[in-house]
């Protein structure tokens, strides 16, 4: 059975920074494409973050462009998103999501469709007030 569980999230100041993390299970991180996205309430899906299969190539929404850096320790089945500079607009639930190679998977990375993959976790709230 498949898993992704997401910790690290929590209530931050802004202009702090957090670092979420999210361990997978059931199948091995190698060659899956991996990707953040996250909904604040009232809002849409937006996917954040994505990293391609090879993990050659990442992807950023310009909301988040040299803020956050998506990373991958394949040895240790986790998939990590470093936030700094957090700003109020960053509060929403973060979901981690991953799928196999392939070239609908790789254009959905490209486009930042990570909520439209075949495997996602529950997602951690992050909140960011004073």
């Known amino acids: 059975q498949v898993q992704l569980v997401e910790s690290g999230g929590g209530l931050v100041q802004p202009g702090g920074s957090l670092r979420l993390s999210c361990v997978v299970s059931?199948?091995?991180?190698?060659?899956?494409?991996i990707g953040w996205f996250r909904q604040a309430p009232g809002k849409e899906r937006e996917g954040i973050s994505c990293?391609?299969?090879?993990?050659?190539?990442?992807y950023y929404a310009d909301s988040v462009k040299g803020r956050f850096t998506i990373s991958r320790d394949n040895a240790k089945s986790t998939v990590y998103m470093q936030m700094n500079s957090l700003k109020p607009e960053d509060t929403a639930v973060y979901y981690c999501?991953?799928?196999?190679?392939?070239?609908?998977?790789?254009?959905?990375?490209?486009?930042?469709?990570?909520?439209?993959?075949?495997?996602r976790g529950q997602g951690t709230q992050v909140t960011v007030s004073t």
């Open positions: 059931g199948f091995t991180l190698d060659y899956k494409a």
């Open positions: 999501a991953a799928d196999s190679p392939s070239p609908t998977v790789q254009s959905m990375c490209r486009e930042l469709k990570i909520y439209e993959y075949d495997y």
């Open positions: 990293m391609s299969f090879s993990g050659g190539t990442t």
